[in-house]
């Protein structure tokens, strides 16, 4: 009990406990000091005294009385003073302006300006003063706003005076009057005035506006304080953008029609940059996005497609190489959609048009084909012609695909949507043209026999490389192999490869880009060329070691060609020759010797092989002396070295018995060499009608060779050159003439053909059963490397392949199905 | 064992808190008066504000207080006042050397930092009574005990309920004692109910006879095909049970989910006991 009966000390007020408060002497207190401080007179208040009277009212539970008070004081002051302060900056000429009601001129507009700024300062003061003075209140109130609004889940006192400057200030009617817009819409119509002014270049106030801008963002539309309710988002962001929407609306006609697509661009760039600058000077960042959005679409997303259409658009920036407008084009587009759809799809259709103008003149060049049987020299130079052109074509081509590359490095950001568009243009125009696979063997053919002359090897591998990437375009891979190995036999064969090393590089980029498969054949054929030469070596060895050591002996160089690999033009003859070439050609007995000779070298060496001579394809250097003539060295006999076809040399020995003066008719000829006769009038025609190889004469003479044509040797023959080479006729390549190129297309189908059989098996072998659908896409999808099939080619090869009891019919199933028969 | 530089750190707690309560005595650096009546205490802004939002808010701002350097206060009792400043420096005070009862000193003290908001010192003060209450046998029956009480409802908020349960669960133990007519040493005490509405109110409500009310019982019937029995189960959401059925011993390892296909009736049942 040591506590009990203890003093107790009373100190001299103790009024808490049982002390009686009166309630209205209290706030009376209270109110008169809130008085003071919103008319900032407060630095002779005690906050201990305001607070203990707050806390009293409190402890007293009065918590709720002295809250409303507070709230109907607040009202009060905002409702009277402050509105009166505002509503005096807003005479009704700004409203009429605000309105578009008057027409004011531009001096009325200076006015107006002026006055919209007096507005937003009013504003911005009582905003100001209204924080300040709440935060003092909230001090004094903080009892209140911890204890009874805790406990009775009320906004603090802060809040509440807040949403009382909503509804007091911005809600509220200049004079009462409901026509005009209430002080929050005014404020947006001056903040959007402002803006339109510093869009038109104006310099503004972006201090001023900012200050109202937080004042928006800080309250909110009800009393939810929820993000989305945010006075700035529900009343100025969405009229700014609509404002905003207009007005670049509007901008985007007028530069449409009055400026170039370039100006366009910059002028777009430079308004987004505006925008977020003023997003984050005068407004809110969290719009920035939303406007973005607002500028891109009106300005790129609405507009990109006449702006990429217009005169001055993505075609004339390409024609005028415009590098840094392209880029500016692609970053707006890119901007809005990563796909870039309207850029692509101007650049594919200004490819398919530049291409398709290439193809044009590549057919102006190799048009009016004169018919074959005309004048034969002339049809020669119109072919020569089309070669040139087909060259042009190809180099065309080569520069409209740098020139793309280019743009895309350059203004497009090597971007991989575009470049897989370009590609596909590229690969789109190349393919509508027929004969893209023939040009481009051309044009490799007339580079490995001139072009790389005199070329660095960087050189060269530039131009293989853009070889390569051409032949990437090219969908009918078949056919160009077709052409290339017939191009590179005749290169092989006439020794008209400036380096075979070249080829060879050739060959192993094709490899690395097509696959084995493909240039299988045309390895086989460089490994016959040096196998050939094995051979002819061997065989000099092998006359040497038998003694027969004939200084007149003929040297003979052999090349032995496997006949799968190499193509069928060298190897078979021409099939209206069939008749022909059943008949044996006849060789004369000093050169019958050497033949045996070397089909006993070879057979002894590969035996079971059948050698099939090809004297098309054969040269033979000749000694052929001339009888005396005068000359200005006096009476000398003149020898010359001919470099002749192995046919031309069969003939040239006719004359060799024959006595000087004696003739021999073609059909003489031909029954005494058995040389089929297309290939006869060809020599002959070298031989007896080039002016400078003119070593037979002809009679009559005449460009034509007829069967009654006689020939004599030449002793009249003159030259400068101790060697002479006589050409045959259009030996080397060059772009095929029509019936060739028929023959062509008829082989190429026909591998085709064993192609999509052989793949038919394959799968079906693989899979046993399958649909007519599933088959015909997987075949589509093996072929696709090597050509595009034919979806009834495939269809003909499978009816094709039951016949010959490769597959059946499914009976009875839904779908036509077939079923591998093993 | 505690790492080195926990060591280090608590030692430099402790040197932290001896600094400031030699701040307290020798008063130096002292930048704010505190006046109550005739006392005056020299104390620190930066402290004193620091841990009482009151005197934060006095010495912001544009009020008299923050000019003058001088936070005149009222209607406290300056022992209860000088502890509470002993706190706000030294996270604790004694009232050993006061001359109140320590009950009616700790409500005070109560009151006076839920009233300045000194941070966690009205929870100290509690528990502090809390203490005296309970090991002190009589102290229940005392007349500062009663005066506690009384000084309790009307100096603190009615949202404290630390307080008044600290008080209150000492008031219910003893009820029948304390509220008999006839023992007249606690007619202090029943006076002072009498007066205090809210505190006999909160009494009574404690000493009614409580309800006490079950979960809710379900009905499930059992999925057995041959049983079909029904059952009451106090089974609530989320609960894992393994349930075996009293008829017919069906067994299933499934949880409530599974169960409340089968609930036939939702019944909350409240029975007294």
């Given at each position: 009990?040591?506590?009990?009966?203890t003093?107790?000390?009373?100190?001299?007020?103790r009024?808490?406990?049982?002390?009686?408060?009166?309630?209205?002497?209290?706030?009376?207190?209270?109110?008169?000091?809130?008085?003071?401080?919103?008319?900032k007179?407060?630095?002779?208040?005690?906050?201990?005294?305001?607070?203990?009277?707050?806390?009293?009212?409190?402890?007293?539970?009065?918590?709720?009385?002295?809250?409303?008070?507070?709230?109907?004081?607040?009202r009060?002051?905002?409702?009277?003073?402050?509105?009166?302060?505002?509503?005096?900056?807003?005479p009704?000429?700004?409203?009429?302006?605000?309105?578009?009601?008057?027409?004011?001129?531009?001096?009325?507009?200076?006015?107006?300006?002026?006055?919209?700024?007096?507005?937003?300062?009013?504003?911005?003061?009582?905003?100001?003063?209204?924080?300040?003075?709440?935060?003092?209140l909230?001090?004094?109130?903080?009892?209140?706003d911890?204890?009874?609004?805790?406990?009775?889940?009320?906004?603090?006192?802060?809040?509440?005076?807040?949403?009382l400057?909503r509804?007091?200030?911005?809600?509220?009617?200049?004079?009462?009057?409901?026509?005009w817009?209430?002080?929050?819409?005014t404020?947006?119509?001056?903040?959007?005035?402002?803006?339109?002014?510093?869009?038109?270049?104006?310099?503004?106030?972006?201090?001023?506006?900012?200050?109202?801008?937080?004042?928006?963002?800080?309250?909110?539309?009800?009393?939810?304080?929820?993000?989305?309710?945010?006075?700035?988002?529900?009343?100025?962001?969405?009229?700014?953008?609509?404002?905003?929407?207009?007005?670049?609306?509007?901008?985007?006609?007028?530069l449409?029609?009055?400026?170039?697509?370039?100006?366009?661009?910059?002028?777009?760039?430079?308004?987004?940059?505006?925008?977020?600058?003023r997003?984050?000077?005068?407004?809110?960042?969290?719009?920035?996005?939303?406007?973005?959005?607002?500028?891109?679409?009106?300005?790129?997303?609405?507009?990109?497609?006449?702006?990429?259409?217009?005169?001055?658009?993505?075609?004339?920036?390409?024609?005028?190489?415009?590098?840094?407008?392209?880029?500016?084009?692609?970053?707006?587009?890119?901007?809005?959609?990563?796909?870039?759809?309207?850029?692509?799809?101007?650049?594919?259709?200004?490819?398919?048009?530049?291409?398709?103008?290439?193809?044009?003149?590549?057919?102006?060049?190799?048009?009016?084909?004169?018919?074959?049987?005309k004048?034969?020299?002339?049809?020669?130079?119109?072919?020569?012609?089309?070669?040139?052109?087909?060259?042009k074509?190809?180099e065309?081509?080569?520069?409209?695909k740098?020139?793309?590359?280019?743009?895309?490095?350059q203004?497009?950001?090597?971007?991989?949507?575009?470049h897989?568009?370009?590609?596909?243009?590229t690969a789109?125009f190349?393919?509508?043209?027929?004969?893209?696979?023939?040009?481009?063997?051309?044009?490799?053919?007339?580079?490995?026999k001139?072009?790389i002359?005199?070329k660095?090897?960087?050189?060269?591998e530039?131009?293989?490389?853009?070889?390569?990437?051409?032949?990437?375009?090219?969908?009918?891979?078949?056919?160009?192999?077709?052409?290339?190995?017939?191009?590179?036999?005749?290169?092989?064969?006439?020794?008209?490869?400036?380096?075979?090393?070249?080829?060879?590089?050739?060959?192993?980029?094709?490899?690395?880009?097509?696959?084995?498969?493909?240039?299988?054949?045309?390895?086989?054929?460089?490994?016959?060329?040096?196998?050939?030469?094995?051979?002819?070596?061997?065989?000099?060895?092998?006359?040497?070691?038998?003694?027969?050591a004939?200084?007149?002996?003929?040297?003979?160089?052999?090349?032995?060609?496997?006949?799968?690999?190499?193509?069928?033009?060298?190897?078979?003859?021409?099939?209206?020759?069939?008749?022909?070439?059943?008949?044996?050609?006849?060789?004369?007995?000093?050169?019958?010797?050497?033949?045996?000779?070397?089909?006993?070298?070879?057979?002894?060496?590969?035996?079971?092989?059948?050698?099939?001579?090809?004297?098309?394809?054969?040269?033979?250097?000749?000694?052929?002396?001339?009888?005396?003539?005068?000359?200005?060295?006096?009476?000398?006999?003149?020898?010359?070295?001919?470099?002749?076809?192995?046919?031309?040399m069969?003939?040239?020995?006719?004359?060799?018995?024959?006595?000087?003066?004696?003739s021999?008719?073609?059909?003489?000829?031909?029954?005494?060499?058995?040389?089929?006769?297309?290939?006869?009038?060809?020599?002959?025609?070298?031989?007896?009608?080039?002016?400078?190889?003119?070593?037979?004469?002809?009679?009559?003479?005449?460009?034509?060779?007829?069967?009654?044509?006689?020939?004599?040797?030449?002793?009249?023959?003159?030259?400068?050159?101790?060697?002479?080479?006589?050409?045959?006729?259009?030996?080397?390549?060059?772009?095929?003439?029509?019936?060739?190129?028929?023959?062509?297309?008829?082989?190429?189908?026909?591998?085709?053909?064993?192609?999509?059989?052989?793949?038919?098996?394959?799968?079906?072998?693989?899979?046993?059963?399958?649909?007519?659908?599933q088959?015909?896409?997987?075949?589509?999808?093996?072929?696709?490397?090597?050509?595009?099939?034919?979806?009834?080619?495939?269809?003909?090869?499978?009816?094709?392949?039951?016949?010959?009891e490769y597959?059946?019919?499914?009976?009875?199933?839904?779908?036509?199905?077939?079923?591998?028969?093993? | 064992?505690?790492?080195?530089?926990?060591?280090?750190?608590?030692?430099?707690?402790?040197a932290?808190?001896?600094?400031?309560?030699?701040?307290?005595?020798?008063?130096?650096?002292?930048?704010l008066?505190?006046?109550?009546?005739?006392?005056?205490?020299?104390?620190?802004?930066?402290i004193?504000?620091?841990?009482?939002?009151?005197f934060?808010?006095?010495?912001?701002?544009?009020?008299?207080?923050?000019?003058?350097?001088?936070?005149?206060?009222?209607?406290?009792?300056?022992?209860?006042?000088?502890?509470?400043?002993?706190y706000?420096?030294?996270?604790?005070?004694?009232?050993?050397?006061?001359?109140?009862?320590?009950?009616?000193?700790?409500?005070?003290?109560?009151?006076?930092?839920?009233?300045?908001?000194v941070?966690?010192?009205?929870?100290l003060?509690?528990?502090?009574?809390?203490?005296?209450?309970?090991?002190?046998?009589?102290?229940?029956?005392?007349?500062?005990?009663?005066?506690?009480?009384?000084?309790?409802?009307?100096?603190?908020?009615?949202?404290?309920?630390?307080?008044?349960?600290?008080?209150?669960?000492?008031?219910?133990?003893?009820?029948?004692?304390?509220f008999?007519?006839?023992?007249?040493?606690?007619?202090?005490?029943?006076?002072?109910?009498?007066?205090?509405?809210?505190?006999?109110?909160?009494?009574?409500?404690?000493?009614?006879?409580?309800l006490e009310?079950?979960?809710?019982?379900?009905?499930?019937?059992?999925?057995?095909?041959?049983?079909?029995?029904?059952?009451?189960s106090?089974?609530?959401?989320?609960?894992?049970?393994?349930?075996t059925?009293?008829?017919?011993?069906?067994?299933?390892?499934?949880?409530?989910?599974?169960?409340?296909?089968?609930?036939?009736?939702?019944?909350?049942?409240?029975?007294?006991?």
């Open positions: 009990m040591a506590t009990r009966g003093r107790k000390i009373r100190p001299p007020r009024g808490l406990n049982n002390g009686e408060m009166d309630f209205e002497q209290t706030w009376a207190i209270l109110a008169s000091a809130f008085t003071q401080i919103h008319e007179q407060a630095s002779k208040l005690s906050y201990e005294e305001l607070y203990r009277n707050a806390y009293k009212i409190v402890l007293k539970k009065k918590g709720d009385e002295l809250y409303l008070r507070v709230a109907e004081f607040e009060d002051w905002l409702g009277s003073e402050i509105q009166r302060r505002i509503h005096k900056e807003l009704p000429q700004l409203m009429n302006a605000l309105q578009g009601r008057s027409s004011a001129g531009s001096a009325g507009d200076n006015q107006v300006r002026k006055q919209g700024e007096r507005f937003l300062r009013q504003l911005k003061l009582a905003w100001e003063d209204h924080q300040t003075c709440m935060s003092m909230t001090d004094v109130l903080m009892y209140m911890r204890v009874y609004c805790t406990d009775t889940r009320r906004p603090s006192i802060f809040t509440t005076a807040m949403s400057f509804d007091c200030i911005l809600r509220s009617h200049v004079r009462g009057d409901d026509s817009p209430d002080i929050c819409g404020l947006n119509h001056v903040i959007l005035d402002q803006i339109r002014m510093e869009r038109d270049g104006d310099f503004i106030d972006k201090h001023l506006i900012k200050v109202n801008v937080y004042m928006l963002e800080g309250l909110y539309d009800s009393h939810h304080e929820v993000e989305e309710e945010k006075l700035y988002l529900t009343s100025f962001e969405y009229e700014f953008l609509a404002s905003s929407a207009e007005f670049y609306r509007a901008l985007g006609d007028r449409l029609k009055e400026s170039d697509a370039g100006q366009y661009c910059r002028e777009t760039r430079n308004r987004i940059d505006e925008e977020n600058d997003c984050r000077s005068t407004l809110s960042e969290s719009t920035t996005p939303k406007i973005q959005k607002v500028v891109e679409d009106e300005l790129i997303r609405y507009r990109m497609k006449d702006l990429i259409e217009s005169e001055s658009g993505v075609r004339f920036m390409i024609t005028n190489e415009r590098h840094d407008d392209l880029a500016l084009v692609f970053d707006l587009e890119a901007r809005v959609d990563p796909r870039k759809p309207e850029l692509t799809k101007a650049l594919q259709k200004i490819i398919l048009e530049m291409g398709t103008n290439l193809n044009d003149a590549a057919q102006v060049g190799a048009a009016a084909e004169v018919p074959e049987d004048a034969k020299a002339p049809a020669d130079r119109l072919v020569n012609q089309q070669t040139v052109a087909a060259l074509w190809v065309d081509v080569l520069e409209l740098d020139k793309f590359d280019a743009i895309w490095k203004s497009f950001q090597s971007d991989q949507t575009i897989t568009a370009i590609m596909r243009s789109e190349i393919n509508s043209h027929p004969r893209c696979a023939e040009y481009m063997s051309l044009f490799i053919d007339d580079n490995m001139k072009g002359k005199g660095t090897e960087l050189e060269i530039v131009l293989l490389d853009k070889a390569i990437v051409l032949l990437r375009y090219v969908q009918e891979k078949d056919v160009f192999e077709l052409y290339y190995k017939k191009h590179l036999g005749k290169r092989l064969l006439m020794g008209r490869s400036l380096s075979i090393d070249v080829e060879k590089q050739m060959i192993s980029r094709m490899k690395m880009e097509l696959g084995n498969n493909f240039t299988a054949k045309l390895e086989g054929m460089f490994k016959d060329m040096t196998l050939s030469e094995e051979l002819t070596a061997g065989y000099k060895g092998y006359v040497a070691r038998l003694g027969d004939d200084p007149r002996r003929i040297d003979l160089a052999i090349n032995v060609l496997t006949s799968m690999t190499w193509p069928v033009e060298t190897t078979n003859s021409a099939p209206d020759d069939a008749r022909e070439s059943r008949l044996k050609t006849i060789y004369p007995p000093a050169v019958e010797r050497i033949r045996q000779g070397f089909e006993n070298y070879y057979k002894e060496k590969y035996s079971g092989r059948m050698l099939d001579w090809k004297g098309n394809m054969g040269t033979a250097d000749v000694k052929v002396t001339f009888p005396k003539v005068p000359s200005k060295d006096g009476f000398k006999e003149r020898r010359h070295e001919l470099n002749v076809s192995t046919y031309a069969l003939i040239l020995l006719l004359f060799n018995d024959l006595p000087s003066g004696a021999l008719s073609l059909e003489e000829i031909q029954a005494r060499t058995n040389i089929p006769t297309n290939e006869l009038v060809r020599n002959l025609q070298s031989l007896a009608v080039a002016p400078k190889t003119r070593i037979l004469l002809k009679e009559p003479m005449s460009k034509d060779i007829k069967d009654t044509d006689k020939f004599f040797f030449n002793e009249g023959f003159m030259s400068k050159f101790l060697k002479v080479k006589i050409g045959i006729v259009s030996a080397g390549n060059r772009i095929e003439n029509d019936r060739e190129r028929v023959e062509t297309e008829k082989k190429n189908n026909d591998s085709r053909g064993y192609a999509i059989e052989a793949a038919v098996v394959r799968i079906m072998k693989q899979r046993k059963e399958l649909s007519h659908q088959l015909v896409t997987e075949t589509i999808t093996q072929l696709n490397s090597q050509f595009k099939p034919d979806v009834n080619m495939i269809k003909k090869r499978i009816e094709s392949l039951i016949e010959r597959l059946e019919r499914i009976e009875d199933s839904p779908s036509s199905s077939y079923r591998y028969l093993a | 064992m505690a790492p080195h530089y926990e060591q280090t750190r608590d030692a430099a707690n402790a932290l808190l001896t600094d400031l309560s030699t701040l307290l005595t020798s008063e130096e650096h002292t930048d008066k505190i006046k109550l009546g005739d006392r005056v205490w020299n104390v620190h802004k930066a004193v504000c620091a841990r009482s939002d009151f934060a808010k006095a010495c912001k701002g544009d009020f008299k207080e923050a000019k003058d350097g001088v936070v005149e206060i009222h209607d406290d009792y300056p022992e209860v006042i000088d502890k509470m400043i002993h706000i420096y030294k996270t604790e005070y004694s009232e050993s050397d006061t001359e109140l009862a320590p009950v009616l000193f700790n409500v005070r003290m109560v009151a006076a930092a839920e009233k300045y908001f941070k966690f010192l009205a929870a003060a509690v528990s502090k009574l809390d203490y005296f209450i309970s090991n002190v046998g009589t102290a229940w029956g005392s007349k500062d005990f009663a005066d506690a009480i009384a000084e309790a409802y009307t100096t603190t908020h009615d949202s404290d309920r630390e307080l008044r349960d600290t008080l209150l669960q000492m008031v219910v133990a003893h009820a029948d004692m304390l008999r007519k006839e023992f007249t040493e606690f007619a202090h005490f029943q006076d002072m109910a009498a007066k205090t509405p809210s505190f006999s109110a909160e009494v009574a409500a404690l000493l009614a006879k409580p009310i079950s979960p809710i019982l379900n009905i499930y019937y059992c999925p057995g095909d041959d049983c079909r029995e029904s059952f009451r106090a089974i609530t959401d989320g609960q894992r049970v393994k349930w059925c009293d008829y017919c011993g069906w067994e299933d390892e499934d949880d409530y989910s599974w169960w409340q296909s089968y609930k036939i009736a939702e019944l909350p049942v409240v029975e007294a006991t």
